[in-house]
């Protein structure tokens, strides 16, 4: 007996179970209810009684050979077919989602290439700032209602005032103090200003302030300069006119409109049948800016700018309520497209 427990031992090490039909008749013929580990047991009685235990163990160790050849070939198959059923190469493809990028991204990046195409450069400075930076630096004397023109989310109201910048004029400050003219300088990024949120007003919101300081720079040059940006973004037939405004920080100050692109002109609730729409702020750097930043006023010149991407946006893509920028809801967001 000890023999046919031998053979049967080799035997199995050959059998070929490469199919799932091998392996169930494998089991059945070692296994099963008629099979051999069960006839060898019940043989196992006329084996003489001094043998039994070492033939019974001998039984024993074949069929945990059995047993574990039987698992382990099942489990192969298990995942096997597990496999198939994750990569079913004969189903249809699915429609890849691809994402878009935001409004405020997209026109970011259009005025971004279209100043550094007549060699303006970037730059970027922090969200919480102190007052020199923010004011003092910009001719905003202390205690003085310009302040108020930009309502302020302070931090510490300690003798450094740190607060969320209001404008990327601050950057401006930064990068005069660090460098020496020319200068020639767009900062784009966030800004906040502590406003009841609607569709026309958040409390925050990005702008791109640009900066060109220069020995001879003149009102001249900035106008020029708006003129070309108006008409890279919104054609070649977009006009632009400048209006006598007042910030602390340029001396004069105007306020430009472009023609609204929207009616050609002719007047529309957009531009509340104007034929203009106001985007930015500009003007030629105060004398006491460039002073408190280092830089001669007596031997260099500049202009400044601000807009607000939001504003821009809004013209370009026709959105009428700023919260929409900041909702994440995808039904707004993948309508946007563009080269940038
Ligand atoms: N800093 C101004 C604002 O945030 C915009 C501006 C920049 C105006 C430069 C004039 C010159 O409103």
Known sequence: MIDDIEKIAVEITQYDISTVANLENFR?????????????????????????????????????????????????????????????????????????????????AEIIDIFSRIGFSISEGPEIEDDWHNFSALNFPPEHPARDMQDTFFIEKNENE????????????????????????????????????????????????GLYIDKNVSFADLKQTLLYFAKELFGDKAQIRLRPSYFPFTEPSAEVDISCSICNSRGCNVCKYTGWLEILGCGMVDPNVLKSCGIDPNEYTGYAFGMGIERIAQLKYKVND???YSENDIRFLKQFTSGF
């Open 322 to 324: 700023l919260r929409l």
């Open 28 to 108: 059945i013929h070692y296994l099963g209810s008629k099979g051999i580990i069960k006839s060898l047991y019940s043989a196992l009685k006329d084996v003489p009684n001094e043998k039994k235990r070492e033939v019974g163990q001998q039984i024993n160790t074949l069929k945990d050979k059995i047993e574990i050849k039987f698992n382990n070939q099942k489990e192969i198959f298990e995942n096997l077919e597990e496999s198939h059923t994750i990569i079913d190469l004969s189903r249809p493809p699915q429609d890849e989602t691809i994402g878009s990028r935001h409004p405020l991204s997209l026109v970011r």
């Open 162 to 209: 740190i607060a969320l910048r209001t404008h990327t004029s601050s950057v401006q400050v930064r990068v005069m103090e660090n460098s020496t003219p020319p200068i020639r300088t767009i900062s784009p990024g966030r800004v906040y200003r502590n406003e009841a949120i609607s569709a026309r007003a958040h409390c925050f919101f990005h702008q791109v302030e």
